[in-house]
């Protein structure tokens, strides 16, 4: 049996000997102390699945549509079993995550903490500016100590595609890839597949146009393999000088204008123009990409009613979206946000309980990206 519990910020775990209990305070005590426990057959719900077999999540590129599946069913149940990822269960008392990050991170460092947390693990944070890396220490030989402190996953960013799946060769713990170069981000692509899922239901069908910056968008690889793997029809966006030839020759819908696709388009996901991986400005000024690729109040009105606007953040307002459509109605980005809670549960949780690592070895294989 799981419980979950929800405890009032302010209150105290004094006991009621040390209490002045009127009938009020008595009230205000039972509140503060109140244990949501969930049923025999929502326990049974949450059984682990049996054709669940990894032990990294490193991408989405290796994952099958069934393992994607799995990891956003488990995901929608752990958001209700904690009340939008808002309580606490005790799935992974006594386990500890550590959080390896080279890259400057909010929403995914907090995320994986919070995540944690909330399915009763601890957390170790590591920063790499005050560790022992600026000493000359190994990426590897770093990883490997915090290892040997008796953690049980690894979550790690850095700059270089392919270090999770090193580490995923060198480490006996869970590697957990929050993000490598512009190589892959497997939660961040679940956690939009599972805003876009809430809203409609399905993905199957479904019309996805990715906008922006996708040569430098590890987003964005995230995204095409996992939506195309559950049967969305993914439309790859941008300008010419931010989008592979290479996505086309894969067989993917590649546009170069956005006023073009618009009216097709279920939901639009707008990427950031990752400034700091570009070693030349791939146009003319930011005035113009914004004049082309920007969703702004007017292409708001030629898009369908019920169109679902995303973006992972951060956002640069003015860039690629307009301050009226990221706070407009239409805008899911602070549930991508809650979302990326659940997916992480989910991830950790699944990650724990596998029992065989015979795939370990062609999952950590050197990687080849478009």
């Known amino acids: 049996m799981v419980e979950a519990e929800k405890l009032d910020p302010g209150c105290s775990r004094k006991s009621n000997k040390s209490r002045n209990v009127t009938p009020r305070s008595f009230l205000n005590f039972f509140h503060c102390m109140k244990i949501e426990t969930m049923s025999k057959a929502d326990a049974i719900d949450l059984a682990f699945p049996e054709n669940w077999h990894r ?3 490193l991408d989405l590129e290796s994952l099958s549509a069934d393992e994607i599946q799995i990891l956003l069913d488990t ?9 939008g990822c808002r309580n606490k269960l005790s799935l992974l008392a ?20 919070l995540a944690a947390k909330r399915l009763g693990a601890d957390t170790v944070e590591f920063s790499s500016g ?5 000493k000359g220490e190994t990426f590897v030989d770093t990883a490997k100590t915090i290892e040997a402190m008796g953690v049980d996953w690894v979550c790690t960013r850095h700059v ?6 090193l580490l995923a060769r060198e480490l006996r713990c869970c590697v957990i890839n929050a993000g490598d170069g512009p190589h892959e981000h497997p939660t961040q692509g679940l956690l939009d597949m599972l805003t876009i899922r809430q809203h409609r239901g399905r993905l199957d069908g479904l019309t996805v146009a990715l906008v922006g ?16 793997k559950l049967g969305a029809h993914v439309i790859i966006c941008g300008p010419p000088t931010l989008v592979s030839p290479r996505w086309q020759e894969l067989g993917f819908e590649v ?18 123009i990752q400034f700091e991986r570009q070693k030349a400005r791939p146009f003319p000024s930011v005035h113009e990409y914004a004049a082309l690729y920007a969703m702004n109040g007017a292409r708001m009105r030629r898009a369908k009613d019920d169109i679902l606007i995303m973006a992972p953040g951060p956002i640069n307002r003015g860039v690629e979206i307009t301050p009226e459509v990221a706070d407009g ?24 309980g596998a029992k065989d690592a015979s795939n370990t070895t062609t999952q950590a294989e050197p990687i080849h990206y478009v």
């Open 94 to 113: 006594g386990k500890t995550l550590a959080n390896l990050f080279f890259e400057n991170s909010t929403r995914t460092r907090n995320s994986f903490s």
């Open 213 to 228: 910056d996708i040569s430098h968008s590890r987003t964005a690889r995230s995204n095409i393999w996992g939506l195309s």
């Open 130 to 134: 005050g560790s022992s890396v600026a």
């Open 255 to 272: 546009a170069h204008n956005l006023d073009a696709i618009l009216h097709r388009c279920d939901v639009l996901n707008l990427l950031r």
């Open 329 to 352: 109605p239409h805008s899911v980005i602070l549930e991508q946000v809650t979302n990326g809670i659940a997916v992480r549960m989910a991830a950790l949780w699944l990650l724990s």
């Open 55 to 57: 032990r990294h999540l």
């Open 75 to 83: 995901a929608q149940k752990l958001k209700e079993l904690t009340g």
């Open 160 to 165: 270089t595609p392919g270090t999770p799946h």
